[in-house]
């Protein structure tokens, strides 16, 4: 399949105007300017100098949840207790779908309302097992003494709450230490502590949240490889009064993944295109920041940036058609691809019309 007539081809880190993107057997077989495309054939799409892109990743995620947004983070946890693991696992379907129609391609879970080893195990034999699906393993969070991982069906990243609300940074030390499972940790997010530090001693791919990360913070991840994962969305949402420091950690050379956050509790939204929206307005991302942190960053924090992220040769074809030929915009997705195949649009209504970007 050629995609061609492409007006910004956004390859990441790099853009190329007037182009075109082949594909062959699910991946990126070819790209190039438009005057040594190959020859058109019936089935090829004409892009009509509009944006192409990679498709979202959205690193960070809570989608093992069975609703109740209305009730306490308790009531979440007793939902995900007595759900069984089929309806569980097609509620996951269910937003999966939905979140590839606004755009997304590559989601990670994390399993966040499970208290009891029995639930932890079920959301982790729930969450699908399938390329562009990356499962996190939570210790669970009500249990604020002896943090724990069952590592049921090898989850691919351990995570914890590093939090007044949820576990100590001496609480953590001993058993992160040990493990061999990469660790991503959720620091920062209702008051300062030393969890960006715990991270980087335990090498953690990631530190996610971070409202209240201090200047200390930001020097010590700009000595780093770790990805600072912003989730402005769970900000706006819960009315947090802050949003993580964005601008500062970018211009200290941090790199920078955006996530929905995706949870009945703080942060109710499947869209990253909001999240996108939201990154620019009140964190003063640029638009190419923006889109670089929706998609090679954020596949960087699940460690997929091999497959996913980018448009480069040999990796899967994942990719956009926005609705505008100007990524500036940030305008709605138009169509979907997921290794080369166009995703149906269930949830935009009329499959001819963008998808809204909330």
């Not at 075109?20 to 004409?46: C, K, T, Y």
């Not at 209305?70 to 759900?83: K, L, P, Q, W, Y």
């Not at 393993?137 to 007044?164: G, I, K």
């Not at 926005?322 to 009329?350: I, M, N, W």
């Amino acid at each position: 399949m050629l995609v061609y007539n492409i007006g910004q081809l956004l390859v990441l880190p790099d853009l190329h105007e007037q182009a075109f993107l082949r594909v062959e057997n699910g991946r990126i077989a070819a790209i190039g300017p438009m005057s040594q495309a190959p020859a058109i054939q019936d089935h090829d799409i004409d892009a009509s100098g509009q944006v192409v892109m990679p498709g979202f990743v959205d690193c960070h995620t809570h989608l093992a949840h069975a609703g109740r947004m209305d009730g306490t983070f308790t009531d979440r946890c007793n939902a995900v207790e007595s759900i069984s693991e089929a309806d569980l696992r097609n509620a996951i379907e269910s937003r999966l779908a939905f979140m590839e129609s606004l755009g997304t391609t590559t989601v990670e879970i994390k399993t966040g309302y499970a208290t009891s080893q029995a639930a932890v195990q079920k959301c982790l034999a729930a969450i699908p097992s399938r390329p562009g699906v990356i499962t996190t393993e939570m210790s669970p969070l009500a249990e604020t003494t002896n943090p724990s991982w069952l590592l049921h069906n090898n989850p691919r990243f351990l995570d914890a709450l590093c939090d007044l609300e949820g576990l100590s940074v001496d609480q953590l030390r001993p058993p992160l230490t040990a493990m061999k499972t990469p660790v991503k940790l959720h620091v920062c997010v209702s008051a300062h502590s030393n969890g960006v530090q715990l991270a980087l001693d335990v090498n953690a791919v990631s530190v996610e949240h971070l409202l209240h990360a201090n200047q200390r913070d930001i020097e010590l991840l700009s000595r780093s490889n770790t990805i600072a994962v912003l989730l402005p969305a769970m900000a706006f949402l819960s009315k947090a009064g802050r949003f993580a420091p964005a601008r500062a950690l970018l211009d200290s050379g941090v790199t920078v993944a955006l996530a929905t956050d995706a949870n009945p509790g703080d942060s109710p939204t499947y869209s990253m295109p909001f999240v996108m929206q939201l990154a620019m307005r009140e964190m003063k991302m640029t638009a190419f920041e923006t889109i670089c942190a929706a998609t090679v960053n954020a596949a960087k924090a699940i460690q997929e940036d091999h497959r996913v992220g980018s448009l480069t040769v040999g990796k899967d074809a994942d990719f956009l058609i926005l609705a505008s030929k100007d990524y500036r915009e940030l305008p709605p997705v138009e169509r979907v691809f997921k290794s080369g195949q166009e995703c149906p649009r269930t949830y935009a209504a009329d499959a001819s019309a963008p998808a809204s970007f909330f």
